[in-house]
Each structure stands twice: as C-alpha cells, then as structure tokens.
Nanobody, 118 residues
Framework: HVQLVESGGGSVQAGGSLKLSCAASLNPTSDYCMGWFRQVPGKEREGVASIDSDGRTDYVASVKGRFTISRDNAKNTLYLQMNSLKPEDSGMYYC?????????????WGQGTQVTVS
C-alpha cells in the first residue's frame, strides 16, 4: 500500500510560481503512471499532469507550457512545477499513484494541498 504526502501548496499572486512535491512511502509500481489532479468545490476532479516510469508526460491543455511534472525515482518523489499561475489554477491538488495518464482511476491518493492564485 503506497502512502502519498503532498506539500508546497500556498497562496500566490497571478503570474507567480509554486512547486508541489509528493513523497511516496515506497516506489510506485513501475508499469503505471503517477499524476497530479486538482479539484474545486462543485466540480469533478481534473487530471492536470501525469508521468510514466520512462519519463513520458501528458498535460491537460490549459496548463501546457506552464506546468512541468517530474519524478525522482531514487527519492520516491513526484513534483509539479507551476509557473505563470492564473486564478483558474486554484484548487486542491492531489498526488496520485498507480494509474493511467490523466484518467481518474488511480489506486492511491494523497490528502491534497491547497493552491490559491489571486
């Protein structure tokens, strides 16, 4: 059972940057992806970025060119560098493990970290 703990959220002005981190308790299953999802009240959780064990990535269209997902397998850590933040990027960001790209059916989820852009 993988435990995921996110950190790095906070409040930032539009145009600013934040870097989220997600520490995994053990090395996630190599055949699947890790990902970042976000959710705002009243809306479904949305896939933001994902990465597979070979480093291939996928992003939702609204963040392409601004967000970068990466993973450090030696540290069992997933990152999300967020630049040029916009108010519509606000939400609870969740780290997920053992899933498939931006589809929401991941096996393991963190508790989330709040990002607020004003």
């Amino acid at each position: 059972h993988v435990q995921l703990v996110e950190s790095g959220g906070g409040s930032v002005q539009a145009g600013g940057s934040l870097k989220l981190s997600c520490a995994a308790s053990l090395n996630p299953t190599s055949d699947y992806c890790m990902g970042w999802f976000r959710q705002v009240p009243g809306k479904e959780r949305e896939g933001v970025a994902s990465i597979d064990s070979d480093g291939r990535t996928d992003y939702v269209a609204s963040v392409k060119g601004r967000f970068t997902i990466s993973r450090d397998n030696a540290k069992n850590t997933l990152y999300l560098q967020m630049n040029s933040l916009k108010p519509e990027d606000s939400g609870m960001y969740y780290c997920a493990s053992d899933g498939w790209w931006l589809l929401p059916e991941y096996n393991y989820w963190g508790q989330g970290t709040q990002v607020t852009v004003s």
